[in-house]
Structure formats: structure tokens, C-alpha cells
């Protein structure tokens, strides 16, 4: 079992940057591939980026490639996700996966005023 916990989000203005953390509980952590997941409202729930367990491989969606990065810290049971150029149509509330443990975290609220 993985417990996270999502942090990070806010308010911001188009063009601006955020970086949003998970961090994780248990020592399943490091062994899990790591997603993040965004719902905006009146939406379904969609594949932002995808990390494998040792951080070798790296997916994005098409709709955030070139502004969005994932990366992890395994020392520390941390993912992350990198935000730039945030555009009004990425507000969402951004979830946190641990993909083999089929664990979610709570939801960090992502805001962007055009």
C-alpha cells in the first residue's frame, strides 16, 4: 500500500509556472511507476505524465509536451511535476497514482486566470 499526498497547486496567471509534489508513504513507492492524472470540471479524468520506477523512462500527454515535466525522487518518496507556460485550459484538479498499488492520492486544485 502507498499513501500520497498532493501539494503544490494554486492560482496562478497564464504563462506562469507551478510545481506540484506527491509525496509518498510506504516502501512500495520506489518500485511503483508513478502517474499524474488531471480532472477539470464537467470532464473525465485524463493522463497528464507517466514515470517509470527508476525514472529511466518518461511519458507525457500530447497536450502537455514541452511545458510539463515528471521526474521522482526516490530518496525522498517524492514525484513531481513540472508546470510551465500554464495555459487557462490546465485547470484541473491534478491527482497523484501509484500505478501497480492502484493507490490515488487526494487531489491538488490547479487554477489558471487568463
Known amino acids: 500500500q502507498v499513501n500520497l499526498v498532493e501539494s503544490g497547486g494554486g492560482l496562478v ?3 506562469a509556472s507551478l510545481r506540484l509534489s506527491c509525496a509518498a508513504s510506504g516502501r512500495a513507492f520506489s518500485w511503483n511507476t508513478m502517474a499524474w492524472y488531471r480532472q477539470a470540471p464537467g470532464k473525465d479524468r485524463e493522463l497528464v ?5 527508476t525514472g529511466a523512462s518518461t511519458y507525457n500527454a500530447d497536450s502537455v509536451k514541452g ?3 515528471i521526474s521522482r525522487d526516490n530518496a525522498k518518496n517524492t514525484v513531481y511535476l513540472q508546470m510551465n507556460s500554464l495555459k487557462p485550459e490546465d485547470t484541473a484538479i491534478y491527482y497523484c497514482n501509484a500505478v501497480q498499488t492502484g493507490s490515488w492520492g487526494q487531489g491538488t486544485q490547479v487554477t489558471v486566470s487568463s
Request: hydrophobic residues 45%; without cysteine.
Open 13 to 15: 496567471q497564464a504563462g
Open 49 to 53: 505524465a507517466v514515470i517509470t520506477s
Open 67 to 69: 511545458r510539463f515535466t
